[in-house]
């Protein structure tokens, strides 16, 4: 299986996180990615980036050593009604935005709130992606929001690290690659790198999606061409 991109990285502006820009477009280079998405956390995380972040990211190039910088976000869900910590112009200039549920920017309530609160954040023109919703810690209706998102062209990611970070994750990923496999709903495969070192990390996403035999055709960071065409931003 070939990605042709990660999608889901943290530099050392999420505090959590450990290295530069070019540290992890370098890393990303040297793993024979086209495209690398730099998506520190919103500022509602205790960490997060300031909102100066995403509104300077202009200053960077589109390619840093032959690699497609994708300017983008993890914003984090604050609210059931589908609000997130950036403004919404702010999330129209970024490239890529990935919306999540952090416990250090919403209290989980219970699943109908939070299968509410992703409906509502699908409908955002300016978010093309639900992030690690493996989280069982917020759990929701997986077939209904899936669904949604082939409504509405909406990403899902199959987040790497949520098979040794968030415990628990492992059958509700799986879960969701089937429902998304059943609905033909589009997803990403994403390392959530905090560190040059685990950029293009994907060995537990990947063996998963070998497990239930996933259409490649639905794994959107495998061509370059849709991956673009999707983001609607040059190559």
């Known amino acids: 299986m070939n990605i042709i991109a990660d999608l889901h990285t943290h530099t050392l ?4 996180a450990y290295s530069t820009v070019d540290e992890m477009l370098n890393s990303a280079k040297d793993k024979g990615f086209l495209a690398l998405a730099i998506t520190d956390h919103g500022p509602a995380s205790s960490d997060g980036a300031k909102l100066v972040h995403f509104k ?3 200053s960077l190039p589109n390619y840093i050593n032959g690699v497609r910088l994708l ?12 609000k997130v910590d950036l403004s919404e112009n702010v999330l129209a200039y970024l490239d890529f935005v990935i919306a999540s549920y952090h416990e250090d ?3 989980p309530l219970n699943k109908k709130e939070h299968t509410n609160g992703y409906a509502e954040i699908i409908k955002n023109p300016h ?11 917020f759990e929701f209706d997986i077939e209904y929001i899936v669904k949604l998102c082939k409504e509405y062209n909406k990403l899902i990611e199959i987040n790497s690290s949520s098979f040794t970070v968030r415990k628990g994750s492992s059958p509700i990923c799986r879960e969701v690659a089937l429902t998304c496999k059943k609905y033909e709903t589009n997803i990403v495969v994403t390392s959530d790198a905090h560190s040059k070192y685990k950029v293009g990390d994907f060995k537990d996403s990947i063996e998963l999606l ?5 259409p490649k055709h639905l794994i959107l960071n495998t061509d370059y061409d849709k991956l673009t065409e999707y983001l609607g931003i040059e190559k």
């Open 105 to 107: 920017s919403i209290q």
């Open 127 to 137: 978010i093309d992606c639900l992030g690690h919703i493996g989280n069982p810690k």
């Open 210 to 214: 070998i497990s239930i035999d996933f």
């Open 56 to 58: 300077a990211m202009h």
């Open 13 to 16: 502006v999420s505090e959590h």
């Open 71 to 82: 300017r983008g976000c993890e914003a984090n869900i604050v609210d059931y009604s589908g």
